[in-house]
Protein backbone atom coordinates (compact mmCIF):
# COMPACT_ATOMS: atom_id res chain seq x y z
CA UNK A 1 0.00 0.00 0.00
CA UNK A 2 3.04 2.46 1.19
CA UNK A 3 4.61 1.73 -2.05
CA UNK A 4 1.49 1.93 -4.67
CA UNK A 5 0.95 5.32 -2.90
CA UNK A 6 4.45 6.67 -3.17
CA UNK A 7 3.97 5.91 -7.17
CA UNK A 8 1.22 8.03 -7.58
CA UNK A 9 2.25 11.14 -5.15
CA UNK A 10 5.74 11.11 -7.22
CA UNK A 11 4.71 11.99 -10.93
CA UNK A 12 8.07 10.67 -12.09
CA UNK A 13 9.12 7.03 -11.59
CA UNK A 14 11.72 4.83 -13.30
CA UNK A 15 11.09 1.21 -13.43
CA UNK A 16 14.10 0.66 -11.19
CA UNK A 17 12.35 2.81 -7.99
CA UNK A 18 8.71 1.10 -8.96
CA UNK A 19 10.04 -2.02 -8.59
CA UNK A 20 12.49 -1.39 -5.52
CA UNK A 21 9.46 0.25 -4.15
CA UNK A 22 6.77 -3.05 -4.33
CA UNK A 23 9.82 -5.16 -3.45
CA UNK A 24 10.69 -3.57 -0.21
CA UNK A 25 7.00 -3.58 0.49
CA UNK A 26 5.71 -6.71 0.03
CA UNK A 27 8.93 -8.62 1.57
CA UNK A 28 8.05 -6.36 4.54
CA UNK A 29 4.58 -6.98 4.68
CA UNK A 30 5.28 -10.68 3.97
CA UNK A 31 7.79 -10.60 7.62
CA UNK A 32 4.50 -9.60 9.22
CA UNK A 33 3.25 -13.59 9.01
CA UNK A 34 5.64 -14.77 11.45
CA UNK A 35 4.22 -12.16 14.34
CA UNK A 36 3.14 -14.21 17.19
CA UNK A 37 -0.29 -15.19 17.73
CA UNK A 38 -0.91 -13.52 20.86
CA UNK A 39 -0.05 -10.20 19.18
CA UNK A 40 -2.63 -11.10 16.60
CA UNK A 41 -5.37 -11.31 18.69
CA UNK A 42 -4.82 -7.76 20.63
CA UNK A 43 -5.90 -6.44 17.60
CA UNK A 44 -3.94 -2.88 16.99
CA UNK A 45 -1.76 -5.00 14.37
CA UNK A 46 -3.80 -4.29 11.33
CA UNK A 47 -3.04 -0.56 12.23
CA UNK A 48 0.55 -0.92 11.36
CA UNK A 49 0.26 -0.54 7.51
CA UNK A 50 -0.96 2.78 8.10
CA UNK A 51 0.88 4.11 10.40
CA UNK A 52 3.86 3.35 8.28
CA UNK A 53 2.10 5.05 5.47
CA UNK A 54 1.32 8.42 7.55
CA UNK A 55 5.18 8.54 8.96
CA UNK A 56 6.30 8.23 5.65
CA UNK A 57 3.61 9.96 3.61
CA UNK A 58 4.11 12.64 6.43
CA UNK A 59 8.39 13.10 5.81
CA UNK A 60 7.60 13.12 1.83
CA UNK A 61 5.64 16.22 2.41
CA UNK A 62 8.35 17.52 4.42
CA UNK A 63 11.05 16.74 2.04
CA UNK A 64 9.30 17.77 -1.10
CA UNK A 65 9.00 21.39 0.62
CA UNK A 66 12.52 21.53 0.92
CA UNK A 67 14.25 19.45 -1.78
CA UNK A 68 14.53 19.69 -5.27
CA UNK A 69 12.97 17.15 -7.75
CA UNK A 70 16.07 15.74 -8.57
CA UNK A 71 16.97 15.08 -4.68
CA UNK A 72 13.22 14.41 -3.96
CA UNK A 73 13.64 11.30 -6.40
CA UNK A 74 16.76 10.23 -4.60
CA UNK A 75 15.00 10.41 -1.69
CA UNK A 76 12.40 7.76 -2.82
CA UNK A 77 14.65 4.31 -1.94
CA UNK A 78 15.48 6.54 1.94
CA UNK A 79 11.33 6.45 2.47
CA UNK A 80 10.61 3.08 1.57
CA UNK A 81 13.66 1.92 4.21
CA UNK A 82 11.99 3.27 6.72
CA UNK A 83 8.90 1.65 6.42
CA UNK A 84 10.79 -1.26 5.72
CA UNK A 85 12.92 -0.60 9.29
CA UNK A 86 9.66 0.24 11.27
CA UNK A 87 8.25 -2.93 10.16
CA UNK A 88 11.14 -4.87 10.69
CA UNK A 89 11.48 -3.10 14.24
CA UNK A 90 7.38 -3.74 15.14
CA UNK A 91 8.35 -7.42 14.44
CA UNK A 92 11.73 -8.23 16.16
CA UNK A 93 10.28 -6.17 19.44
CA UNK A 94 6.66 -8.59 19.57
CA UNK A 95 8.44 -12.02 18.75
CA UNK A 96 10.71 -11.16 21.79
CA UNK A 97 7.81 -9.25 24.00
CA UNK A 98 5.78 -11.61 26.20
CA UNK A 99 2.35 -10.11 27.72
CA UNK A 100 3.27 -11.78 30.63
CA UNK A 101 7.11 -11.15 31.25
CA UNK A 102 7.21 -13.17 34.51
CA UNK A 103 6.25 -16.98 32.93
CA UNK A 104 9.65 -17.18 31.29
CA UNK A 105 9.54 -21.56 30.97
CA UNK A 106 6.96 -23.06 28.89
CA UNK A 107 5.86 -26.47 28.06
CA UNK A 108 4.70 -27.78 24.59
CA UNK A 109 1.76 -29.76 24.35
CA UNK A 110 0.88 -32.09 22.29
CA UNK A 111 -1.48 -30.36 20.65
CA UNK A 112 1.04 -27.39 19.14
CA UNK A 113 -1.15 -24.29 19.77
CA UNK A 114 -1.69 -24.62 23.63
CA UNK A 115 1.55 -23.89 25.73
CA UNK A 116 1.91 -23.82 29.74
CA UNK A 117 3.85 -20.97 30.78
CA UNK A 118 5.39 -20.88 34.46
CA UNK A 119 7.98 -18.66 36.24
CA UNK A 120 11.46 -19.80 37.28
CA UNK A 121 10.35 -20.38 40.98
CA UNK A 122 8.62 -23.36 39.87
CA UNK A 123 10.46 -26.38 39.71
CA UNK A 124 10.74 -27.56 35.99
CA UNK A 125 9.54 -31.26 37.18
CA UNK A 126 6.95 -30.15 39.03
CA UNK A 127 5.49 -27.69 36.03
CA UNK A 128 5.66 -31.04 34.33
CA UNK A 129 3.76 -33.16 36.33
CA UNK A 130 0.68 -30.47 36.04
CA UNK A 131 1.23 -30.44 32.19
CA UNK A 132 0.94 -33.95 32.25
CA UNK A 133 -2.09 -33.72 34.86
CA UNK A 134 -3.73 -31.52 32.70
CA UNK A 135 -3.31 -33.50 29.82
CA UNK A 136 -4.57 -36.24 31.32
CA UNK A 137 -7.88 -34.82 31.60
CA UNK A 138 -7.92 -34.46 27.88
CA UNK A 139 -9.22 -30.63 28.03
CA UNK A 140 -6.20 -30.00 25.90
CA UNK A 141 -7.73 -32.10 22.74
CA UNK A 142 -10.94 -30.15 22.98
CA UNK A 143 -9.26 -26.56 22.74
CA UNK A 144 -8.52 -24.95 19.54
CA UNK A 145 -5.82 -21.85 20.81
CA UNK A 146 -5.52 -21.46 24.56
CA UNK A 147 -2.09 -20.34 26.52
CA UNK A 148 -2.01 -21.43 30.41
CA UNK A 149 -0.04 -19.35 32.67
CA UNK A 150 1.27 -21.61 36.04
CA UNK A 151 1.15 -19.77 39.49
CA UNK A 152 1.49 -21.07 42.66
CA UNK A 153 1.05 -19.39 46.26
CA UNK A 154 0.96 -20.18 49.53
CA UNK A 155 -2.43 -21.96 49.02
CA UNK A 156 -2.86 -23.14 46.00
CA UNK A 157 -1.38 -23.76 42.51
CA UNK A 158 -3.06 -21.01 40.25
CA UNK A 159 -3.80 -21.43 36.57
CA UNK A 160 -4.97 -18.39 34.33
CA UNK A 161 -6.62 -19.31 30.59
CA UNK A 162 -5.88 -16.29 28.66
CA UNK A 163 -9.01 -15.81 26.74
CA UNK A 164 -9.41 -12.91 23.56
CA UNK A 165 -13.00 -12.84 23.90
CA UNK A 166 -14.44 -11.99 27.48
CA UNK A 167 -17.68 -11.95 26.01
CA UNK A 168 -17.45 -15.88 26.46
CA UNK A 169 -17.33 -15.26 30.53
CA UNK A 170 -21.20 -15.01 29.66
CA UNK A 171 -21.94 -18.45 28.35
CA UNK A 172 -22.69 -21.21 31.28
CA UNK A 173 -21.50 -23.78 29.12
CA UNK A 174 -17.93 -22.33 28.20
CA UNK A 175 -17.57 -21.26 32.64
CA UNK A 176 -18.70 -25.04 32.86
CA UNK A 177 -15.88 -26.58 31.29
CA UNK A 178 -12.97 -24.31 33.07
CA UNK A 179 -14.93 -25.34 36.15
CA UNK A 180 -15.10 -28.73 35.86
CA UNK A 181 -11.24 -28.92 34.89
CA UNK A 182 -10.82 -27.52 38.10
CA UNK A 183 -12.69 -29.92 39.86
CA UNK A 184 -10.82 -32.79 38.05
CA UNK A 185 -7.56 -31.64 39.21
CA UNK A 186 -8.46 -30.92 42.42
CA UNK A 187 -9.56 -34.95 43.12
CA UNK A 188 -6.25 -36.25 43.31
CA UNK A 189 -3.30 -36.14 45.70
CA UNK A 190 -0.44 -36.16 43.76
CA UNK A 191 0.39 -32.14 44.06
CA UNK A 192 1.41 -30.51 47.47
CA UNK A 193 -1.81 -27.67 46.72
CA UNK A 194 -4.69 -27.83 45.24
CA UNK A 195 -5.87 -25.99 42.12
CA UNK A 196 -7.53 -22.72 41.25
CA UNK A 197 -8.58 -21.91 37.39
CA UNK A 198 -8.87 -18.36 36.46
CA UNK A 199 -9.61 -16.96 33.10
CA UNK A 200 -7.36 -14.00 32.33
CA UNK A 201 -8.19 -11.03 29.46
CA UNK A 202 -5.59 -10.96 26.56
CA UNK A 203 -6.19 -7.07 26.11
CA UNK A 204 -6.47 -5.88 29.80
CA UNK A 205 -4.83 -8.64 32.02
CA UNK A 206 -7.67 -8.98 34.40
CA UNK A 207 -8.58 -12.01 35.81
CA UNK A 208 -12.30 -13.38 36.29
CA UNK A 209 -12.05 -16.29 39.14
CA UNK A 210 -14.82 -18.80 38.70
CA UNK A 211 -16.16 -19.12 42.19
CA UNK A 212 -19.01 -17.26 41.68
CA UNK A 213 -19.98 -19.44 38.96
CA UNK A 214 -22.49 -22.05 39.32
CA UNK A 215 -21.40 -25.70 40.70
CA UNK A 216 -23.11 -28.81 41.98
CA UNK A 217 -23.36 -28.61 45.88
CA UNK A 218 -20.78 -31.15 47.81
CA UNK A 219 -21.80 -34.95 47.17
CA UNK A 220 -22.24 -37.24 44.75
CA UNK A 221 -22.76 -34.91 41.85
CA UNK A 222 -19.94 -32.73 42.93
CA UNK A 223 -17.79 -36.24 42.61
CA UNK A 224 -18.66 -37.26 39.78
CA UNK A 225 -17.78 -33.96 37.63
CA UNK A 226 -14.70 -34.03 38.62
CA UNK A 227 -13.94 -37.49 37.14
CA UNK A 228 -13.10 -38.51 33.85
CA UNK A 229 -15.67 -40.64 32.02
CA UNK A 230 -14.27 -43.82 29.87
CA UNK A 231 -17.66 -44.92 28.12
CA UNK A 232 -17.52 -48.98 27.52
CA UNK A 233 -20.97 -49.69 25.66
CA UNK A 234 -24.42 -48.65 25.38
CA UNK A 235 -25.02 -48.72 29.25
CA UNK A 236 -21.48 -49.22 31.21
CA UNK A 237 -18.99 -46.41 31.62
CA UNK A 238 -16.00 -46.08 34.14
CA UNK A 239 -15.42 -42.90 35.79
CA UNK A 240 -11.74 -42.06 37.20
CA UNK A 241 -10.14 -39.33 38.62
CA UNK A 242 -7.11 -37.74 37.06
CA UNK A 243 -4.47 -39.85 39.15
CA UNK A 244 -6.23 -43.34 37.88
CA UNK A 245 -2.91 -45.14 35.91
CA UNK A 246 -3.75 -45.73 32.81
CA UNK A 247 -2.66 -49.13 32.51
CA UNK A 248 -4.80 -49.60 35.77
CA UNK A 249 -8.17 -48.35 34.30
CA UNK A 250 -7.13 -50.98 30.65
CA UNK A 251 -6.87 -53.94 33.79
CA UNK A 252 -10.22 -52.50 35.13
CA UNK A 253 -11.80 -52.34 31.56
CA UNK A 254 -10.64 -55.87 30.41
CA UNK A 255 -11.58 -57.81 33.39
CA UNK A 256 -15.23 -56.04 33.07
CA UNK A 257 -15.30 -57.15 29.62
CA UNK A 258 -14.20 -60.75 30.94
CA UNK A 259 -16.63 -60.98 33.94
CA UNK A 260 -20.02 -60.90 31.49
CA UNK A 261 -22.05 -62.84 34.43
CA UNK A 262 -21.28 -59.63 37.26
CA UNK A 263 -21.46 -57.40 34.36
CA UNK A 264 -24.02 -58.09 31.45
CA UNK A 265 -23.72 -55.28 28.79
CA UNK A 266 -27.40 -55.30 28.94
CA UNK A 267 -27.06 -53.60 32.58
CA UNK A 268 -26.16 -50.30 33.29
CA UNK A 269 -23.33 -49.78 35.39
CA UNK A 270 -21.46 -46.89 36.35
CA UNK A 271 -18.51 -47.33 38.16
CA UNK A 272 -16.58 -44.88 40.21
CA UNK A 273 -12.43 -45.93 40.41
CA UNK A 274 -10.18 -43.52 42.33
CA UNK A 275 -6.67 -43.33 43.15
CA UNK A 276 -6.49 -41.65 46.46
CA UNK A 277 -3.48 -41.70 48.34
CA UNK A 278 -1.94 -44.53 47.18
CA UNK A 279 -4.94 -46.87 47.11
CA UNK A 280 -7.80 -47.42 44.74
CA UNK A 281 -11.43 -46.79 45.91
CA UNK A 282 -14.00 -48.76 43.18
CA UNK A 283 -17.69 -47.34 44.08
CA UNK A 284 -20.62 -49.15 42.94
CA UNK A 285 -24.22 -47.74 42.48
CA UNK A 286 -26.06 -50.61 44.81
CA UNK A 287 -29.55 -49.75 45.59
CA UNK A 288 -29.73 -49.66 49.52
CA UNK A 289 -31.82 -52.48 49.86
CA UNK A 290 -29.55 -54.88 48.46
CA UNK A 291 -26.79 -53.53 51.18
CA UNK A 292 -27.03 -55.98 53.31
CA UNK A 293 -27.32 -59.10 50.61
CA UNK A 294 -24.23 -61.17 51.66
CA UNK A 295 -24.04 -62.64 47.89
CA UNK A 296 -23.82 -58.70 46.71
CA UNK A 297 -21.34 -58.27 49.24
CA UNK A 298 -19.47 -61.25 48.12
CA UNK A 299 -19.48 -60.52 44.54
CA UNK A 300 -18.24 -57.43 44.93
CA UNK A 301 -15.33 -58.50 47.66
CA UNK A 302 -14.22 -61.42 44.64
CA UNK A 303 -14.13 -58.50 42.21
CA UNK A 304 -11.43 -56.81 43.95
CA UNK A 305 -9.63 -59.97 44.79
CA UNK A 306 -9.51 -60.35 40.40
CA UNK A 307 -8.57 -57.10 39.98
CA UNK A 308 -5.50 -57.72 42.03
CA UNK A 309 -4.68 -60.83 40.58
CA UNK A 310 -4.81 -59.51 37.20
CA UNK A 311 -1.95 -57.33 38.01
CA UNK A 312 -3.32 -53.87 39.83
CA UNK A 313 -0.90 -53.60 42.85
CA UNK A 314 -1.98 -50.56 44.79
CA UNK A 315 -4.20 -51.28 47.39
CA UNK A 316 -8.23 -51.78 46.31
CA UNK A 317 -10.97 -50.85 48.65
CA UNK A 318 -14.47 -51.80 47.34
CA UNK A 319 -17.71 -49.48 48.41
CA UNK A 320 -21.71 -49.52 48.12
CA UNK A 321 -22.80 -46.33 46.96
CA UNK A 322 -26.32 -44.51 47.29
CA UNK A 323 -27.39 -41.57 44.86
CA UNK A 324 -27.96 -39.59 48.40
CA UNK A 325 -24.00 -39.99 49.40
CA UNK A 326 -24.37 -42.75 51.73
CA UNK A 327 -21.73 -45.36 51.25
CA UNK A 328 -20.47 -48.40 52.67
CA UNK A 329 -17.42 -50.17 52.15
CA UNK A 330 -17.57 -54.06 51.40
CA UNK A 331 -13.96 -55.07 51.87
CA UNK A 332 -13.43 -54.00 55.60
CA UNK A 333 -16.68 -52.90 56.92
CA UNK A 334 -20.37 -52.60 56.74
CA UNK A 335 -20.21 -49.08 58.46
CA UNK A 336 -22.43 -46.39 56.69
CA UNK A 337 -20.72 -43.29 55.73
CA UNK A 338 -21.35 -40.08 54.39
CA UNK A 339 -19.45 -38.71 51.46
CA UNK A 340 -19.04 -34.38 51.19
Known sequence: MIAFLFTILLKKNTKITFALNWTIAVVAHCLLLFIPYEIYTTG??????????????????????????????????????????????????????????????????????????YPSHIDKEEAMGI???IYRTGFTE????????????????????????????????????????????????????????????????????????MAPENGVHKRIMSLITRQLNENQSVLYNVSAKEKDIEILI?????????????????????????????????????????AQRNRLSLFGQYLTQSGIAKPIRIFMLDPSGFQMEVTNSYKLETTN
Open 131 to 133: ANL
Open 254 to 294: DVISKLKLYFPKSVKIDLLFELINGEYQISFFVNKMNWELE
Open 44 to 117: WIILLPLVNFFITQTLQVYLKTHLTYSNLTQSKLFLSTIGFILTVATIVVSHNSKLFPAYINHIQFINKTIKLH
Open 142 to 213: KSDSLDLFLNQNDSCFLIQFAISDTSLLSNPIFITEFKTLELILNNQTETKHPFQVMLTSLFTHQDYPLENH
